[in-house]
């Protein structure tokens, strides 16, 4: 058996110098170059098998998994108390952590050579929110990103050379789009914080009723990160956003002025969605209809595994597995 090649150390500061630019560490360099040089044998990848077989048939080629972090500190911002409104220094704070997290899963993506990321997948969570639970005013709120995806090549993917695109599409809906006639071409994501001052100013008052404030304050989150998202739809040439996945939390926070016993609203709105287009010069394929498939069919090689097609998706889950434990069993007898 061959020893295992030794690595030579790295120079640190160097390393460091990189990140504070924005790009990755040296050591990630050296494990992409690994994976995607001459002498690979094996890939890293986050598809499932399903993903893995549809995106091979859509003309993708797995290369490396990839990704990208950012651990963001969004510090003091000016005070807005008795305002309602988007607080622009946090909004800001989110979408610069999430670039430069996004920037260097293109960095990876770039050194291995590929056209695109698919199945792209962010994960952030607050680290701190602050030592009053105000988001932000006290200097004390640190975000974390991480955004992970699978490099593959598809050349049938039209862009600029050396320029990969990022979808968070995965195997299955890559597959479709490609024999549809259409691709992606970039993954699109906003947020907004809005705050709404004394959302509870006129709750004792009344015996119930809707916080009218409250309410105009989520539509007012979502419109503006819903044109913003829209503005780089256009700037990627996109004919339309799929995939669109909205989220939405709304958190009462404590004035914290002077004992104010009343509280305030801050709602969080995050966008995300991947930009698609029509494939240049290509040919819409004409789908057959399928057969008419009865409510009654047996999963699986149970042949006592029936399921009713009016029953649930959690029942027809539950069955899979069990008619796939009972083929593993049988396949192990059977070697046995």
């Known amino acids: 058996m061959s020893a295992e090649r030794t690595r030579p150390p790295i120079d640190l500061r160097a390393s460091q110098a990189r990140v504070k630019a924005g790009g990755i560490p040296l050591r990630a360099v050296e494990r992409l170059a690994d994976e995607a040089g001459p002498d690979r044998r094996l890939f890293t990848s986050d598809l499932s098998v399903g993903e893995f077989l549809l995106a091979r048939d859509a003309g993708c080629e797995p290369i490396s998994q990839v ?25 800001d704070g989110h979408r610069v952590s999430r670039r430069a997290a996004i ?9 291995v050579g590929a056209d695109a990321v698919i199945g792209v997948h962010l994960r952030d969570r607050m ?4 030592a009053r639970g105000k988001g932000g005013d006290d200097g004390g709120e640190v975000l974390e990103f991480t955004v992970v995806g699978t490099a593959v090549r598809a050349p049938w993917i039209s862009r600029p050379a ?7 599409l995965s195997g299955q809906d890559l597959w479709a789009l490609y024999h549809d006639g259409y691709e992606p071409c970039g993954f699109l994501f906003e947020f907004c914080r809005y705050h709404v001052w004394h959302v509870t100013k006129n709750a004792q008052q009344v015996t ?3 916080l009218e404030e409250a309410s105009a304050a989520v539509a007012e989150a979502r419109a503006i990160a819903s044109r913003k998202l829209l503005e780089q739809a256009a700037q990627h040439g996109a004919e339309f956003v799929i995939g669109s996945d909205v989220k939405v939390s709304v958190r009462e926070v404590p004035c914290g002025y002077g004992g104010c016993p009343l509280d305030d609203l801050d709602v969080d709105v995050s966008v995300f969605g991947t930009g698609v287009r029509r494939t240049p010069r290509a040919q819409q394929v004409v789908h057959a209809v399928p057969d008419l498939i009865l409510s009654m069919m047996p999963l699986g090689r149970r042949r006592d595994a029936v399921i009713d097609g009016e029953d649930d998706a959690d029942d027809v889950e539950i069955a899979a597995e069990e008619a796939t434990e009972a083929a593993l069993e049988r396949d192990e007898a059977a070697a046995e």
């Open 103 to 111: 920037r260097r899963l293109y960095e990876e993506a770039q050194l």
């Open 162 to 168: 050396g320029q990969p695109v990022i979808t968070d």
């Open 67 to 91: 990704m990208g972090s950012c651990i963001y500190h969004v510090g003091q911002i000016p005070d807005y108390k008795g305002a309602t409104g988007e607080i622009k220094v946090i909004s």
């Open 127 to 130: 680290i701190t929110m602050g």
């Open 208 to 210: 119930s009723g809707e």
